[in-house]
């Protein structure tokens, strides 16, 4: 349970911190649409600059720092290999983060509005993760979320990396370890395994590629009758 209860609140930390930068996409909104207007440049250009120079030095770069720092204090299991495996899942939650944020900033006008897009795209993304509540005791109707949730991926991949390393226990082994967690009502998961684990990597990168290219779309939209 300790264990489980890190891993989740990484998940949070790393999901939730994108919130900061929303500011950083909104600052240069209107000088954005002016100098598209005035034929500078176009969306293309604007968006590339975006992600290369905000959202991964903003984004992905300190938080491998963060990681690197963190994850050997946390009293996880002190493996390089398993460290790797662990900071893959992190890294693409904070790439996806940061692009769920920009779609919204592209899309809503509102700089607000798009906030709060923001974090109740977060407490439904976390409220299918199974630590709390249980995944079983949730409606059918909330409960399909955790097919898009990508914090729902990251998680899981993150338990798949810690508990397919840790050795053999006096109560039991690896195995029978590994098959309890994935049959429990409250995670629920279905594939407890590596191929599982590199599954779930395609298509955390699948619907964040999905996002990016919505975002373009977004800021192709804004700049058209310009």
Same mark, same amino acid.
């Given at each position: 349970?300790?264990?489980i209860g890190i891993l989740f609140l990484f998940c949070i930390c ?26 500078? *440049? ?44 662990? #900071? ?14 920009? !779609? *919204?900033?592209? !899309? ?18 976390? +409220? ?13 109707? #909330? ?5 898009? &949730? ?15 390393? !840790? ?13 309890? +967690? &994935? ?37 192709? !939209? ?5």
């Amino acid at each position: 349970q300790n264990r489980i209860g890190i891993l989740f609140l990484f998940c949070i930390c790393v999901w939730q911190t994108a919130v900061i930068s929303a500011d950083i996409f909104f600052k240069q909104n209107a000088l954005f649409l002016r100098e598209v207007q005035a034929g500078y *440049y176009t969306a293309g250009p604007y968006f590339v600059s975006k992600f290369i120079c905000e959202l991964i030095p903003n984004r992905v770069i300190p938080l491998i720092f963060y990681a690197t720092i963190t994850y050997w204090m946390s009293g996880l299991w002190k493996s390089f290999d398993t460290w790797l495996l662990w #900071l893959l899942p992190i890294v693409n939650i904070g790439f996806a983060s940061g692009s769920v944020l920009m !779609l *919204y900033c592209s !899309l809503i006008p509102d700089f607000r509005a798009a906030v709060q897009s923001y974090i109740l795209t977060t407490v439904f993304s976390f +409220i299918v993760l199974g630590v709390a509540p249980n995944l079983a005791g949730l409606t059918p109707a #909330l409960r399909w979320i955790q097919w898009v &949730s990508i914090p729902r991926y990251v998680f899981v991949n993150n338990l798949i990396a810690e508990f397919t390393s !840790l050795p053999d226990s006096e109560n039991m082994t690896t195995v029978e370890r590994n098959e309890l +967690i &994935s049959s429990s009502d409250f995670l629920s998961i279905d594939d407890f395994s590596m191929n599982g684990y590199w599954r779930n990597i395609g298509i955390v990168w699948a619907m964040t590629l999905v996002i990016i290219v919505s975002t373009y779309v977004g800021l192709r !939209l804004k700049t058209q009758y310009l």
